[in-house]
């Protein structure tokens, strides 16, 4: 089956540094690519939408400079968080489609900014 | 706008009784609806998923019950074991390769 891995699965920044959430497919080219952040006890909140080679589609709310999207191929994009403050703190989870296997998940990432 | 809505938020369960999840959405544009169970720390993982062409999909002890003139779906665990406790999340989507919405999820526990 499809496999999507996601690096680092944990990480601690200080504040105002920037981190970098890898998502990759591993058996399969993602034609897109979703990137979600999820609150202790809540539904995973779409942030953006990403094609490979063309620009991130963001959801209303979330800053564009603050969470950079970068989907440059078919198996690999990548989320930066930009200046990360405490309240980025978070578990971020990216998923990919493909043209045979649908929706898959990374296993996510847990951020905490200090 | 919510457009899946999932009950309850959480679930107490003894162990081998059936745990029910369900799910009402509003778009009839939906044609694709899967489960997905996410443990502590980890991503979402596919579990089952319907067509509204079929009321019903059963795989291992997880069944789907789908009505469309409701508009409202359900996920049955048969013979829930505690290793079934985990978060659950239904969703919708136009098509399986479009973005999903997810309903709020389901905190379910299944007790010894």
């Known amino acids: 089956g499809a496999v999507v891995s996601q690096h680092p699965s944990r990480v601690i920044c200080k504040s105002g540094t920037s981190v970098k959430i890898e998502c990759r497919s591993l058996d399969f080219q993602a034609t897109t690519m979703f990137w979600y952040r999820q609150f202790p006890k809540q539904s995973l909140m779409l942030m953006a939408t990403?094609?490979?080679?063309?620009?991130?589609?963001?959801e209303q709310g979330v800053e564009k400079d603050k969470f950079l999207i970068n989907h440059a191929s078919l198996t690999l994009s990548t989320l930066t968080v930009t200046s990360a403050h405490p309240e980025d703190s978070s578990f971020y989870i990216c998923?990919?489609?493909?043209?045979?296997?649908?929706?898959?998940f990374g296993s996510g990432t847990r951020l905490t900014v200090v | 706008q919510q457009q899946v809505k999932q009950s309850p938020q959480s679930l107490i369960v003894q162990k081998g009784g059936i745990s029910i999840i369900n799910c009402a959405y509003e778009?009839?544009?939906?044609?694709?609806f899967p489960w997905y169970q996410q443990f502590p720390g980890k991503g979402p993982a596919l579990l089952i998923a319907?067509?509204?062409?079929?009321s019903e999909k059963k795989e291992g002890r997880f069944t789907i019950s789908f009505n469309k003139s409701a508009k409202q779906f359900s996920l049955h665990i048969m013979d829930s074991q505690p290793g079934d406790s985990a978060t659950y999340f239904c969703a919708a989507s136009r098509n399986a390769g479009n973005m999903l919405t997810f309903g709020g999820g389901t905190r379910l526990m299944v007790k010894p």
């Open positions: 319907i067509r509204p062409d079929v």
């Open positions: 990403s094609n490979e080679g063309s620009k991130a589609t963001y």
């Open positions: 778009n009839t544009a939906f044609d694709y």
């Open positions: 998923s990919a489609i493909g043209t045979v296997y649908g929706y898959t």
